[in-house]
């Protein structure tokens, strides 16, 4: 495991760039009230996702 994060370490920079961008869309979709048509566009094109929950 520690080898692994060794050689995982340099690629963390960009990984807390994405997360942090995700993060940043998912507040602006819930901000503005989109999410109702995202989780829709979700389960319209994924349709395992209605088995859960």
Do not use: C, Y
């Not at 760039?17 to 048509?37: A, K, M, Q």
Request: glycine fraction near 10%.
């Amino acid at each position: 495991f520690m080898n692994f994060m060794k050689r995982f370490r340099q690629h963390m920079h960009k990984v807390e760039i994405g997360v942090g961008s995700l993060l940043v869309v998912t507040g602006v979709v819930i901000f503005t009230g989109d999410i109702n048509e995202f989780a829709n566009w979700l389960l319209e094109t994924f349709p395992i996702f209605s088995a859960v929950g």
